[in-house]
């Protein structure tokens, strides 16, 4: 007889702002990253801060998380395996996607970076419309467990069932997780990040 899946896909709510935040800086270690995002009291407060106004203020940004229903965090809550963010809007209805950078970011590094990722984006996608994966994140104590393949499914599900694109900046680590759900990687040679779309289901 097979054993229960502990995980459980759930909303994020505002009352986890700050477990996804500790676990997006569990989560993302690699130099470069951390090079833009440094780990640093005044950053953290940002990302969460970010996080908190996208939740109030953008509707069509959906936060999800996995959770495990068998272990609870220091505040007796259930414990935050993963958590992704799927944006819906048109492109042109997104806005602004971060708050003004904080003083301990290095501003010019931070727009060149998400820059690339949007001149990427546009070059594969245009101005079709598309579901886009903005973030996904999976603490290391929950790594090929299945928590971030139910948040990339959770999407790829909802735009099959609109007949919608998708599209994911992928590291390349990340990319075979997304190859199985239909992503292709349209990279320029030489690119560090995978810019990868997926069609519309026939």
């Known amino acids: 007889m097979a054993t229960p899946n502990p995980l459980k896909l759930e909303p994020v709510t505002v009352e986890d702002i700050s477990d996804i935040t500790n676990l997006w800086f569990a989560a993302f270690t690699d130099p470069e990253i951390r090079r833009v995002f440094p780990d640093t009291p005044g950053v953290r407060k940002w990302l969460e801060d970010t996080n908190r106004n996208d939740l109030a203020e ?4 959906r936060y999800l998380k996995v959770v495990d229903t068998e272990s609870r965090n220091s505040q ?3 414990r935050i395996a993963a958590f992704a963010k799927w944006d819906l809007s048109m492109p042109v209805e997104r806005g602004q996607r971060y708050l003004p950078w904080h003083e301990n970011m290095p501003a010019q590094l931070c727009e ?3 820059n690339r990722e949007e001149i990427n984006r546009k070059r594969v996608m245009s101005d079709k419309k598309h579901f886009y994966l903005d973030t996904v994140a999976t603490h290391p104590d929950y790594q090929r467990r299945g928590a971030g393949a139910m948040l990339v499914k959770w999407g790829c599900d909802l735009a099959d069932a609109e007949k919608v694109e998708a599209y994911v900046d992928a590291s390349k680590d990340g990319a075979p997780l997304y190859a199985k759900f239909g992503f ?12 990868m779309a997926r069609p519309i289901a026939i």
């Open 58 to 61: 953008k509707p069509f940004q």
């Open 76 to 78: 007796g809550r259930l």
């Open 112 to 114: 060149d970076f998400f």
């Open 184 to 195: 292709v990687d349209y990279s320029n040679p030489g690119e560090d990040i995978a810019s």
